[in-house]
Nanobody, 121 residues
Framework: QVQLVESGGGLVQAGGSLRLSCAAS??????MGWFCQAPGKEREFVAV????????RYADSVKDRFTISRDNAKNTVYLQMNSLKPEDTAVYYC????????????????WGQGTQVTVSS
């Protein structure tokens, strides 16, 4: 059974930074992605990275502020979040895809429990 465990969320002031981590129980997937879900909204794509090549894709709203990376030896994916804005407040989820570096949440077969990120003004 696959487990994905997120950590690193918290409360920060606008302009601050956080680094989220996602520890996977195994590395048998093509890519790992980050999604976010704010109250009353659908879960949205944030970023994705492939295990083998390290290729990345980002949502336009976070490009140039967030950076996704991975440590293959630790089966861990990170999301470095800089220049945080109140609009970034959401629960952030990591997910695993066996298909590719997809932006659609429907293509991810495994999900973590999420970690709360709150950005105050």
């Amino acid at each position: 059974q696959v487990q994905l465990v997120e950590s690193g969320g918290g409360l920060v002031q606008a302009g601050g930074s956080l680094r989220l981590s996602c520890a996977a129980s195994e590395r048998t997937f093509y890519a790992m992605g980050w999604f976010c879900q704010a109250p009353g909204k659908e879960r949205e794509f944030v970023a994705v990275i492939t295990w083998s090549g390290g290729g990345t894709r980002y949502a336009d709203s976070v490009k140039d502020r967030f950076t996704i990376s991975r440590d293959n030896a630790k089966n861990t994916v990170y999301l470095q979040m800089n220049s945080l804005k109140p609009e970034d407040t959401a629960v952030y989820y990591c997910a695993a895809s066996s298909l590719g570096p997809m932006a659609s949440r429907a293509e991810y077969g495994y999900w973590g429990q999420g970690t709360q990120v709150t950005v105050s003004s």
